[in-house]
């Protein structure tokens, strides 16, 4: 019989989410237990504490390893506990090499929390790949990326940048938060880890915060199987089948959010009011031919330059489709202020050294029908 190699939606909705043995349930159960009964000392049926393991997780693990290509996954409270997870298995005088646009709470996380802990971190442009061989070093473990950065859209080349890390015996280690697995495979352009904030695109309807990591070598599921059992930051059962139901409709809601971003980004580029529109799916955009490269889709996420924080602020106060808030990858359109919400973090220098402007606005476009999320953008653009 010839090998059964199902494609990206068969297995968003089939691997891990196999009938329940006991009673053929086709959803996959919520195991609400905190233990499990055991047949005698030492003898069990796999399952000892549910902070080690859950069933409704190792579905979900099962299922997001298979859509990101790699071996296995590991699923915790949401996505700044997993990109901590992979922190934890680094000790002091380790060194990361990063990108120097990532998520605010990422850099957070490594300046404010881990150099207390010995760990060295250098951040360069990641879009130029000579800028990481330059700064990896001896003691260098990692090197983290986030293609497309957020919020200035920037891509890096993850194939190119593989190549270097391999040399180097480096893992790469990608935050494809943005794109999803159905948009960008980081694994099969050479990364060793893919970090998600399941948050966003993969749970897709804004109701359960979550983080994953997945690994193409069996010791990196050992590790952070034992990270999950040791430090304790688990996803809870509930929100891991949250993203089991989320993962089934994946394919079709990129699709749309991807229809639905290409319109209102070539809108955007159009309007007197917008001076500036970073979106991949552009012509314009500098790196449009890695974008057509190295994703199949250019996804949801688009940020416009407003000339101010007042014209910022005069939109923002009157759009009425778009919902003003931080987080993205929701069925709903998502607008926010990068300068003062995700990366505030960062302080005005942090951030103009980078390029990001109190006029910037990021819109995660939901999947509404696209010209009510036009028609909101043109009303709000009015006031400025
Ligand atoms: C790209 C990216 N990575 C990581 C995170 C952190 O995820 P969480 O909010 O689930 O901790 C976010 C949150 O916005 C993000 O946008």
Redesign the pocket.
């Known amino acids: 019989m010839p090998k059964f190699n199902p494609s990206f939606s068969t297995r968003a909705i089939h691997v891990g989410q196999e009938a329940d043995a006991e009673t053929g349930a086709v959803a996959v159960p919520i195991y609400a237990t905190s233990t499990y009964v055991q047949q005698e000392i030492g003898k069990h049926k796999g399952y000892e504490y549910a902070r080690v393991s859950n069933p409704t997780r190792t579905r979900l693990e099962k299922n997001l390893a298979s859509l990101e290509g790699g071996v296995a996954s590991r699923v915790f409270a ?6 901590n997870a992979i922190c934890t298995m680094f000790k002091t005088g380790d060194h990361v090499v990063c990108g120097h646009n ?2 605010g ?2 850099p957070r996380l490594f300046n404010q929390v881990l150099t207390g802990y010995g760990i060295a971190f250098t951040y360069v442009d990641t879009g130029e790949v000579r800028n990481v061989e330059r700064a990896i070093r001896k003691h260098t473990r990692m090197v983290f990326v ?1 293609t497309p950065t ?1 919020p200035l859209m920037a891509l890096s080349d993850l194939r190119a940048i593989s190549k270097v890390c391999r040399q180097k015996k480096v893992d790469l280690v990608v ?1 494809n ?2 794109m999803s697995p159905y948009f960008q495979q980081p694994i099969a352009l050479g990364a060793g880890m893919v ?6 695109f993969l749970n897709g309807h804004s109701d359960g ?3 994953v990591v997945v690994c193409t070598r069996p010791e990196q599921d050992e590790q952070l199987g034992f990270v999950q059992k040791a430090a304790g930051a688990i996803l809870s059962p509930f929100e891991c089948w949250l993203v089991l139901r989320g993962v089934k409709t994946l394919a079709i809601r990129m699709e749309q959010h991807d229809r639905n971003g290409r319109q209102v980004a070539a809108f955007l580029a159009k309007h007197k009011k917008v001076k500036k529109v970073f979106y991949p799916g552009l012509p314009d955009h500098p790196q449009h031919e890695l974008a057509l490269r190295q994703m199949s889709g250019f996804g949801a996420m688009i940020t416009f330059e407003t000339g101010s924080l007042a014209n910022a602020n005069k939109m923002l106060r009157k759009v009425r489709v778009c919902s003003l808030g ?3 990858g929701g069925v709903e359109t998502l607008i926010s202020h990068p300068a003062t919400m ?1 990366h505030a973090a960062l302080g005005e220098k942090g951030r103009k050294q980078i390029g990001i402007t109190d006029g910037m606005v990021r819109i995660s476009v939901g999947i509404e029908d696209v010209e009510d999320i036009i028609a909101d953008l043109d009303q709000a653009l009015a006031t400025i």
């Open positions: 949401s996505g700044m506990a997993a990109i990532l998520y709470g990422t986030e957020n935050d938060t943005f970090v998600h904030s399941t948050t966003k915060l979550g983080g931080e987080s993205l995700t």
